[in-house]
């Protein structure tokens, strides 16, 4: 089973071709870090503060498990 | 129970329910009549109706959500909104129209042009004015039985303990990571209940943030990000943004005000207004 890569705010717009209804499926990679999941869509994982794996924060050394649905946040602090 | 019924004759509207039964609603002239009379403030009027179960007609369509001693206990609940912007404009006038009976409404900022897409109390008239000083004028003006009163200051480790101490809840309604850290840490220390909202371009999130409870640090990290880094420098804050992540901050407010369940300890109401989603997210 795919993962499935849901991007908040400003990320959409640094992943060419990013659906937000549909987010994005990527091939399970085994062993793979949420921070190297980061790393292979091409984002600055210093710009990134909130990971979520299957709705729950995860720290970015998490490994990825088969099927994953990853939420990936940059700050928010606009009113 | 006679003596008020008698006083209040002449302004009582009997409201019918579905199932027959009836209950009596008073209207301003009448609330004004019976605060004379006991020589007190419309809110003691107010108060005293619900004690009776009359609903001043004002808080009328609150009933059936809120019992009339829910809308007494708002009426003697204190808030304070910091930052009377996109976020704290509208939650100013939320808290003033549910009832909540004593704001502080902090803000060192003047309206510009560039606030009209999203801010309300930005207006023509009120570009150039404090907005902590617009607030509370439409506070008082929309309920003259809420307090309100103004803070034009910009909040800091110095002036926030004072502000937020003693407050049964207090709105971040703010504009930069900085300060809602800064505002945090002041709420832990003061004791007081946190509602978190922040926005950049169609989403928004909201936390409730108890002393106690994960808060910014859990989301953000040990320092707040710059302000150059925050998804609404690219995005912006566009109209119906602000106006959705405030609904659901007074929302929660309004629960903690209650003593009733909201936002569990942890959790992070994300909004993506562009799916449209809400999803609850769980940190730790």
């Known amino acids: ?79 | 129970m006679p003596e008020l019924r008698a006083l209040l004759a002449p302004y009582l509207k009997e409201n019918p329910l579905p199932d027959g039964e009836a209950f009596f609603s008073v209207g301003l002239a009448g609330l004004e009549a019976l605060a004379a009379h006991r020589g007190q403030g419309l809110k003691g009027a107010m108060l005293e109706c619900l004690d009776q179960g009359l609903w001043p007609e004002r808080f009328r369509a609150n009933r059936g959500e809120l019992d009339a001693g829910d809308q007494a206990r708002l009426l003697n609940s204190s808030a304070a909104v910091m930052g009377c912007g996109g976020l704290g404009g509208l939650t100013c006038l939320l808290l003033a129209r549910l009832g909540v009976g004593d704001l502080l409404l902090v803000d060192g900022d003047n309206f510009e042009e560039s606030n009209l897409n999203r801010q309300m109390l930005a207006t023509p008239e009120t570009l150039g004015r404090p907005k902590a000083q617009v607030a509370a004028e439409a506070a008082a003006r929309l309920n003259p039985a809420c307090q309100a009163k103004a803070r034009v200051e910009w909040i800091g480790p110095d002036n926030l303990p004072e502000m937020v101490t003693g407050r049964q809840v207090v709105v971040d309604c703010l504009d930069n990571l900085t300060a809602r850290y800064q505002l945090e840490d002041a709420c832990r220390a003061a004791g007081a209940p946190l509602v978190h909202g922040a926005l950049a371009g169609m989403e928004g999130m909201v936390m409730v943030i108890r002393p106690g409870d994960p808060g910014l640090r859990d989301l953000h990290g040990p320092t707040p990000p710059p302000k150059s880094h925050g998804a609404e420098v690219l995005l912006g804050t566009p109209t119906p943004t602000p106006a959705a992540v405030a609904s659901l901050e007074v929302s929660e407010a309004m629960k903690l005000l209650l003593g009733r369940p909201g936002l569990k300890p942890g959790q992070l109401l994300h909004l993506d207004l562009g799916a449209p989603a809400l999803e609850i997210l769980t940190l730790g």
């Open chain 1, 1 to 79: 089973m795919p993962l499935l890569v849901k991007l908040s705010t400003s990320l959409r717009k640094q992943v060419t071709g990013y659906d937000p209804h549909a987010g994005l499926e990527l091939e399970f990679a085994p062993g793979e870090s949420a921070e190297g999941l980061i790393r292979r869509l091409g984002l600055d994982p210093e710009r990134i503060k909130i990971i979520m794996v299957n709705g729950r924060s995860a720290a970015p050394e998490q490994e990825l498990a088969d099927g994953d649905r990853v939420g990936l946040f940059p700050p928010v602090g606009g009113g």
